[in-house]
């Protein structure tokens, strides 16, 4: 018989793997739902933020995506040496984004999320078992665009930098009181 006797066994090695959550920054944060994550109009596999850190609506947010072995699209990008897609990261950063926007009392249109203007610099694979945090703030609001800057980080290395433009006029303002912009 191997090591585990049952189902008890299994659960406890299971609970023992499990990586310790961040914790949300409630000071900053009065009336952020944990939950907002659902309200990403994705679905999983679709999803690459797994948790929010922290946030400070209209300024920035702070955000986390666990790369693991299981994600589907790791097999094929480069079948040897799996890396995880950079224009899936830039993804990340852009739901990231999203989430910022929403908890700053805004509701973003779909045409809101095409990003114009784009500079992206990729400076570090990233590879199953990576732990990236994402970083976006809400630098600037001109010509009818909002101005984001973002860096992804794996264990404190910039893996990932981009600065983009995202279209004002597409989103209202939901009324919330969160929001100074």
């Excluded at 976006?136 to 609001?141: F, L, R, S």
């Amino acid at each position: 018989m191997g090591p585990f006797r049952g189902a008890e066994d299994r659960q406890s090695l299971r609970l023992s793997f499990r990586l310790p959550s961040p914790r949300l920054n409630w000071k900053e944060n009065k009336g952020m739902r944990p939950d907002l994550l659902r309200e990403l109009p994705y679905k999983k596999p679709w999803i690459f933020v797994d948790r929010i850190i922290s946030c400070i609506p209209s300024q920035q947010i702070s955000t986390l995506k666990n790369i693991t072995s299981s994600d589907f699209f790791l097999r094929g990008h480069f079948p040897s040496y799996s890396v995880f897609p950079g224009m899936l990261l830039l993804e990340g950063i852009k739901q990231s984004c999203e989430l910022l926007v929403k908890l700053s009392g805004y509701e973003p249109e779909p045409e809101f999320l095409q990003a114009a203007q784009l500079q992206i610099r990729l400076l570090k694979p990233s590879l199953p078992g990576d732990t990236v945090v994402y970083s976006v703030k809400w630098t600037a609001e001109e010509d009818g665009r909002m101005l984001f800057s973002a860096e992804g980080k794996i264990e404190g290395v910039p893996s990932v930098r981009c600065t983009f433009r995202l279209a004002a006029d597409a989103v209202r303002h939901s009324g919330r009181k969160e929001g100074t912009r």
